[in-house]
């Protein structure tokens, strides 16, 4: 794996904790009535969420990874655009690591696609820590299955990410994803709960 690979692991795994989030009231403008029927589907995110996700074991982390987030979602620029800020804390032995993520989502008029980009830092107790950007990614929203589903890709590791998310109800959804590099393996996979803030 070249170096830097991994960093870029941990930065799309923060797609998944994005979609820890579910239904709320929406925070748009009532009298909006151009707004785009296709943000209906992107409402359910908007609150205060309590998100807790799971890094299965592997080859760069035997011992897997647990993490805790705080986040909030809102709805910005002229109601156009999810915007979700978070902040959690994982650790690796004794260390605790400072994790916090930025993730923006909307429906993007010209391609007729849900887009979603996801900025990200982890910052280890006493160091500088390590932050960037994940690759923007592609969402399918499935109504029947209550599903939103979100590819992306690196063109420089070769990684690509899917995530898929699956709302239990309006407080409550859970999601999976992974990382698999271009031959088909599959370098992380991790799972997550995110419940609504009460």
């Not at 579910?22 to 998100?51: M, T």
């Not at 897997?64 to 109601?79: C, F, P, T, V």
């Not at 239990?168 to 992974?178: C, E, F, G, L, N």
Request: hydrophobic content about 40%; overall charge neutral.
């Amino acid at each position: 794996m070249k170096p830097g690979t991994m960093v870029r692991i941990w930065a799309m795994a923060a797609l998944a904790f994005l979609f820890a989030m579910s239904a709320a009231a929406p925070l748009y403008a009532a009298e909006d009535a151009a707004r785009p029927a296709e943000f209906k589907v992107l409402d359910r995110w908007v609150g205060d969420w309590d998100l807790e996700i799971t890094v299965k074991p592997n080859a760069q982390n035997a011992q897997g990874h647990k993490a805790i987030y705080k986040s909030q979602i809102r709805w910005g620029l002229n109601d156009r655009f999810l915007r979700c800020e978070a902040q959690g804390e994982s650790a690796d032995g004794d260390q605790k690591i400072a994790e916090a993520f930025m993730w923006t989502m909307t429906h993007d008029p010209q391609s007729k696609r849900y887009t979603s980009t996801v900025f990200w830092s982890n910052v280890p107790a006493g160091q500088s820590g390590y932050w960037g950007t994940v690759p923007s990614g592609v969402g399918t929203w499935d109504e029947k299955e209550q599903m939103m589903s979100i590819r992306s890709e690196d063109k420089e590791s070769g990684l690509i990410t899917l995530s898929v998310t699956q709302w239990i109800d309006k407080d409550t959804h859970r999601w999976v994803q992974s990382l698999t590099e271009k031959n088909g393996n599959v370098v992380v996979e991790m799972s997550g709960m995110g419940k609504r803030r009460k």
